[in-house]
């Protein structure tokens, strides 16, 4: 099982503001961030840890260079919640890389939105509810 994962960004400030709005509807908030002041051996000024229910689980450092770029799938509750990531998510600069519908691909109630990130990673949030 994984713990938690991390993202190098380019610019910390920008990303942490774009993950803040399109993970909002996903339940994810901004848990914790440390910075190199509090902790001189951080391997970036500064570290921000996004999860749900108190615990950090997506971590985002400014490290350069920030690629090669990674996917992550977020789990969502249901198929308004895949609807909220993505329009959240393009409204705060995401480039789109395959609007909310079924995947039939994966499986029949496979439901997911797809988006480019402002460091290149391709996130996702899938609901694999039926309607």
Do not use: T
């Not at 610019?11 to 996903?26: E, I, Q």
């Not at 840890?49 to 920030?66: M, N, R, S, V």
């Not at 909310?100 to 460091?119: Q, S």
Request: with cysteine; aromatic share 10%; charged share 20%.
């Amino acid at each position: 099982m994984i713990d938690h994962l991390g993202l190098n960004v380019r610019d910390y400030g920008k990303s942490k503001a774009f993950y803040l709005a399109a993970l909002r509807p996903l339940g994810y908030e901004l848990i914790m961030e440390m910075s190199r002041d509090e902790i001189p051996e951080l391997p970036s000024p500064k570290i921000g840890g996004f999860g749900e229910g108190g615990k950090p689980d997506l971590w985002l450092a400014q490290i350069e260079p920030a690629h090669p770029s990674q996917h992550l799938a977020f789990r969502a509750p249901n198929r308004a919640a895949v609807d909220a990531f993505y329009k959240a998510a393009i409204a705060a600069g995401a480039k789109d890389n395959g609007p909310p519908g079924i995947r039939e691909i994966y499986h029949p109630n496979y439901y997911g939105a797809f988006v480019i990130d402002l460091n290149g990673h391709n996130l996702e949030a899938v609901c694999h509810d039926p309607a």
